[in-house]
């Protein structure tokens, strides 16, 4: 049995569509070219603005909002990302003999983009699975390296638990971090999840910007030793991911100065 579509999200799509000829429009005149009631067509417009994907003036017209523009910039970006980590994921995956992984940030949560399996070792991590930035390896290195802004809203809000050997302590943390930045390296010994070790570094793209991280997570029995011998084969593989994205170390100034928590 088909599941039938939602209509308001199907007139959604095509308000949203009026904007690509007229930059502004009011709500009577979104009604009259959709042929809807302007009642239902107000609704629909001020949804979209309390979303962020359209923004109103002060004469009540409404035009394309950034928050639609941000999420029209991650398609290129991940489809960018995907093509030139793959190959050197799977490579690092055989050297290592671990699963290998790509991530990214998406606000507060770690983001798994891609997976490369490894016959000898499964970890229960899939494509599209959230994780806490604070209890990964890839999550903290993203947040490492993110603006102090963003690391000071995140050290105020409380730190969830996830085994006895998450940091839960803003102050710790905080250390934490700045040994990372530091390093350009980060790993966890079952912070997130009882019997899995990771270790992480940051991928940055031709702006210097840090755009992902990879990854490799092992059992921490009997895997562990394997994952200390595999930082130097990670650390070269995101070497291998910065030259396809054209990124060079003289390209990305030192990171921004952190202020510890109070």
Same mark, same amino acid.
């Given at each position: ?15 949203? +569509? ?49 928050? &639609? ?10 489809? !960018? ?16 003999? &671990? ?5 990214? !940030?998406?606000?507060?949560?770690? &983001? ?43 050290l105020r809000e409380p730190l969830a ?9 803003? !102050? ?35 702006t210097g910007k840090i755009v992902a ?23 070269? +593989? ?12 003289? !390209? ?11």
């Open positions: 049995m088909t599941t039938p579509p939602s209509t308001t999200v199907l007139k959604a799509f095509d308000l949203l +569509a009026l904007f690509s000829e007229r930059p502004l429009l009011g709500a009577g005149e979104a009604a009259r070219l959709l042929g809807a009631p302007r009642a239902s067509t107000h609704r629909l417009l001020v949804t979209l603005r309390l979303a962020g994907v359209l923004e109103a003036n002060e004469d009540g017209q409404y035009r394309l909002g950034l928050r &639609l523009f941000e999420l029209g910039s991650y398609a290129p970006l991940r489809r !960018r990302l995907h093509d030139e980590c793959t190959q050197p994921l799977e490579r690092l995956s055989a050297e290592v003999a &671990l699963p290998t992984f790509l991530a990214a !940030r998406e606000g507060n949560d770690l &983001l798994c983009l891609e997976k490369v399996y490894h016959r000898q070792t499964d970890i229960p991590i899939r494509v599209g699975q959230r994780a806490p930035l604070h209890a990964t390896a890839a999550g903290k290195v993203l947040l490492a390296y993110a603006r102090p802004s963003v690391i000071e809203r995140y638990r996830f085994t006895p050997h998450t940091i839960v302590e803003p !102050r710790r943390l905080f250390t934490e971090l700045e040994r990372i930045r530091d390093r350009g390296l980060a790993g966890e010994r079952e912070e997130s999840c009882l019997g899995v070790a990771s270790v992480a570094t940051g991928v940055w793209n031709h991280a990879i990854s490799a997570s092992a059992a921490t029995l009997p895997d562990s030793r394997r994952l200390k011998s595999a930082e130097r084969p990670l650390m070269s +593989a995101a070497a291998e991911i910065h030259r396809r994205l054209g990124w060079t170390p003289a !390209r990305r100034s030192g990171p921004e100065r952190l202020s510890a928590p109070a």
